[in-house]
């Protein structure tokens, strides 16, 4: 059934962590995000082009896990819309009075027909934007939240569901048999703001934020490296072939995985051209050909139920990604119908 309300956006996670002092230290120190609100329970982070509250409420908790994906609708009676919406699917729906997360207004939470809990808002309270603060920005300057990514067994019937709500494809990665691995989709005029990437789930992926330029994301990597914690980079940077964006991959004290991420492309007029991918092209996670390093196809965040328990993971049934291109990913063809080598040259098992 077609939703009838409207989402405009991904904006914000909230994640549990185990070690609130530690993951300041990541967020804030290095990554550079700003602090709107900080207790002994959570921090409440932002970007420099933000102005509501937060677009990252990290929680105090026993075990790292994802507690919340929340989307933006374009007003407050879309709010009560959404919660009609999941109501009649029979989903799990949880009405929040305002303030129940600091800074949010009235909001709904449920937990979707894929498994995740996932809030729909519209007040907020608007805090200073830091756009123009290039006194503090930092060398990373991270600009905003960008999209989130999920592991889900069955990503074609994920995609259809995420189209129910208005969200269209942008690009996807498919075999000769028609088998779909992965697929973005987006209500706002970039990429995607939900990436679907078959397997075990419901489990996060990685929550993405966006700079403006690619060197940001160098930046990025040298702070690392001067902070000795060059082990937080699991992937990149580099250059993706889905998408075309420059990207970077960490791994926060917790596990769980942000991706930075910078000039992918407009896809907002009606007749934007979906792009499919082949799961055998070497360039399409990697414009350059690189690996892509086995944890990053296998390992990701659990999520929670609206009372805070661990969801119970479905596996998926159809091949995996990382079963089907020659051994760790980087193997598979650079051009269509040559003769593939045995290994790409500096390869890896
Ligand atoms: O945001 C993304 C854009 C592209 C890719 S991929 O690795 O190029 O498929 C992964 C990703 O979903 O993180
Ligand atoms: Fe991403």
Redesign the pocket.
């Known amino acids: 059934m077609t939703a009838d309300f409207d989402i405009i956006r991904a904006a914000y996670a909230e994640l549990i962590v185990r070690d609130l002092a530690e993951s300041r230290r990541f967020y804030v120190d290095i990554l550079g995000l700003v602090v709107t609100h900080e207790d002994d329970e959570a921090i409440y982070l932002r970007a420099f082009e933000e102005y509501l509250h937060h677009s990252l409420v990290l929680r105090q908790g026993p075990v790292p896990a994802l507690a919340a994906l929340a989307y933006r609708v374009r007003s407050q009676a879309e709010v009560a819309k959404a919660a009609a919406h999941f109501e009649s699917l029979g989903c799990s729906v949880e009405h929040r009075a305002s303030g129940a997360t600091r800074g949010i207004g009235e909001a709904v939470r449920v937990i979707d027909p894929l498994g995740f809990p996932v809030e729909f808002f519209y007040d907020a309270d608007h805090v200073e934007r830091y756009t123009r603060r290039y006194d503090v920005q930092g060398s990373g300057a991270i600009s905003r939240l960008d ?1 989130f ?1 999920i592991f889900t067994p069955d990503v074609p019937a994920a995609q259809a569901y995420y189209e129910s709500l208005g969200f269209r494809v942008s690009e996807d ?1 498919q075999d000769e048999a028609g088998t779909v691995y ?1 697929s ?1 989709l987006y209500r706002k005029a970039t ?2 703001d939900i ?1 679907l ?1 078959g397997g075990g789930g419901p489990r996060l992926h ?1 929550i ?1 934020f966006a700079t403006h330029e690619r060197n940001q994301i160098v930046n990025i990597c040298d702070t690392l490296g001067a902070y000795r914690l060059s082990d937080r980079i699991e992937r990149g940077p580099g250059r ?4 075309n ?1 420059f ?1 970077l991959y960490l791994r926060d004290p917790d596990g769980h995985r942000v ?1 930075i ?1 910078t000039h992918d492309y407009y896809t907002g007029d009606p007749d934007n051209p979906v792009v499919t991918w082949d799961v055998h092209d070497n360039q ?3 414009w350059w050909g690189n690996p ?1 390093v086995p944890s990053w196809y296998s390992e990701g965040s659990t999520v929670l139920d609206l009372g805070g328990s661990p969801i119970t993971i479905t596996e998926r049934t159809e091949t995996e990604e990382s079963e089907v291109t020659i051994g760790a990913d980087g193997f598979s063809y650079t051009r269509k119908g040559e003769a593939m080598p045995e290994y790409k040259l500096g390869n890896q098992v």
Do not use: F
Not at 240 to 243: A, D, L, R, T, W
């Open positions: 999209h990514n990665i992965a973005w990429v995607h990436a990437t990685h993405a993706h072939g889905v998408s964006a990207y991706e991420y399409r996670r990697d892509v």
